[in-house]
């Protein structure tokens, strides 16, 4: 029985050993040839494909290990068509494979060069083609180009496109306007902020930029910059800018009062208790007034503050909106709830009792002031000659904000949130709801006018203007 069983085993070990293959003592490896071609082209960087393959690598390169006979190498770019080519490979031979993109003119694209007016002469890659807008620039080289548009009393502008092969792309600007209004934001200056809360001018016509992100000064065409990174202001949040005599620059921000003086700034917030200061005003005497939310009337004396608030003074709100001071160097402080109050350094007296948004006193003493109502935040705006309250009733001003007011050599310029109002030495009065094509709308909450009486407005959204003297 165990003898049958043995022979029907090994009837079963032959039978299943034919049907494998059998094995010689080695391994049979398809033999691999060592055909290779350098691929280059022109521009570089092109993507290799070999025979429908993505290789990984980019020109210029070497392939390795070709087969061959009949290779077809393809290489793709962004700009350009891809390029496919075949190529016969010999064993133990490196071939070359060279491929100039921009040689067909298939490649070459078109640019149309559009502006707003027309007319602007059109710079190419930094050069001038001697040509204006419309114009379509044709055999294009694919890739990034660069081009700048110039037009009389407009602001240069450019614009970069992606020309491609048999491709028409256009370049279309509007260009400023600066015949009359000059913007500075941050796509075509170096301000740092489109949010600008204050501007200041000093003796030398320095413009001072406080914004959201920072101090600027502009001097002529040189800008510089002063933040946390470069001082030791400890936030780049700047609410007013004030210049005194000596041309020192009074900072109120959210964590206290600085002076820039020789770009060297000097932390004055000493006593405070509160550091989040609204402005500053300087005196003519160098006397310091600062205006702290929540605490009141602030007077620097020495080396520290005198605060002044609603339970040691006259003061009725510590909630302090606007300030002023007149020739005598009296300070007039405006309130929200409470209207003006004005202290001549002995005694206190109420003026105007409603809400008060902003103030400013001409060199003739008369104080402007914009009144503010809630709900809805407007209001008219009034002026003082000394005796009575009169409101200057134009209809621009009725349901609106004024936001900053600023009085120059007989010239009263009135900054609200729909736009900027001009009194001239005539009592003509204009109202300009947008300034330019990047001034528009004209929401206008700081003012100030340089030594050479141009106009500078700052505004929450679109930087800082400059309006020319010849247009007012």
């Not at 006018?449 to 007012?472: A, C, R």
Request: contains cysteine; charged residues 20%.
């Amino acid at each position: 029985m165990i003898r049958r069983f043995l022979v029907a085993v090994g009837i079963l070990i032959v039978f299943v050993s034919c049907e494998r293959d059998v094995f010689t003592g080695y391994e049979e490896i398809e033999e691999v040839e060592n055909c290779k071609i350098f691929i280059e082209s022109d521009p570089s960087k092109a993507l290799i494909y070999l025979n429908g393959m993505n290789t990984g690598k980019k020109t210029p390169d070497t392939l390795s290990w070709l087969s061959s006979g009949e290779n077809k190498i393809t290489l793709k770019t962004d700009y350009f068509d891809d390029t496919t080519t075949t190529v016969n490979l010999s064993k133990n031979i490196k071939a070359k494979l060279y491929i100039n993109f921009e040689a067909n003119s298939r490649d070459l694209g078109k640019i149309n060069c559009l502006s707003y007016p027309e007319g602007a002469e059109i710079f190419l890659d930094g050069a001038s083609i001697n040509q204006k807008t419309p114009f379509i620039i044709k055999k294009v080289h694919s890739g990034t180009h660069y081009l700048k548009y110039r037009y009389s009393s407009h602001r240069d502008d450019s614009i970069s496109v992606k020309a491609l092969g048999s491709t028409l792309v256009t370049a279309y600007l509007d260009l400023e306007d600066t015949s009359k209004w000059i913007s500075y934001n941050t796509k075509n200056s170096p301000i740092l902020s489109n949010t600008v809360n204050s501007i200041a001018v000093d003796h030398k016509n320095n413009i001072w930029i406080g914004t959201d992100n920072g101090l600027c000064r502009k001097s002529n065409n040189i800008w510089t910059c002063f933040t946390t990174t470069n001082t030791i202001l400890p936030t780049n949040t700047i609410n007013h800018v004030a210049v005194d005599n000596n041309d020192g620059v009074w900072l109120s921000t959210s964590k206290g009062i600085y002076l820039l003086k020789n770009s060297v700034v000097t932390d004055y917030s000493y006593n405070l208790a509160n550091k989040n200061i609204k402005m500053i005003v300087c005196s003519k005497k160098n006397t310091i007034w600062a205006a702290a939310t929540g605490i009141g009337l602030c007077k620097f004396v020495g080396d520290k503050w005198i605060i002044y608030n609603s339970l040691n003074s006259g003061l009725k709100d510590n909630n302090i909106s606007c300030m002023a001071l007149d020739k005598d160097e009296y300070i007039w402080i405006g309130s929200i709830l409470r209207g003006i109050t004005v202290f001549n350094g002995v005694t206190w007296n109420d003026y105007y009792t409603s809400g008060v948004y902003s103030l400013n006193i001409s060199e003739n003493n008369e104080v402007w002031a914009g009144t503010i109502r809630s709900p809805g935040y407007y209001g008219t705006v009034i002026f003082f000659d000394g005796e009575i309250w009169t409101q200057f009733s134009k209809p621009e001003l009725m349901v609106n904000l004024t936001l900053a007011i600023y009085n120059s050599t007989g010239k009263v310029f009135l900054g609200t949130q729909n736009g900027l109002g001009i009194l001239g030495l005539n009592k003509e009065f204009n109202f300009y709801k947008k300034g330019n094509l990047r001034l528009d709308p004209l929401r206008v909450q700081s003012l100030a006018v340089d030594l050479n009486g141009n106009l500078w407005v700052g505004t929450p959204y679109h930087g800082s203007g400059m309006l020319k003297k010849e247009n007012f």
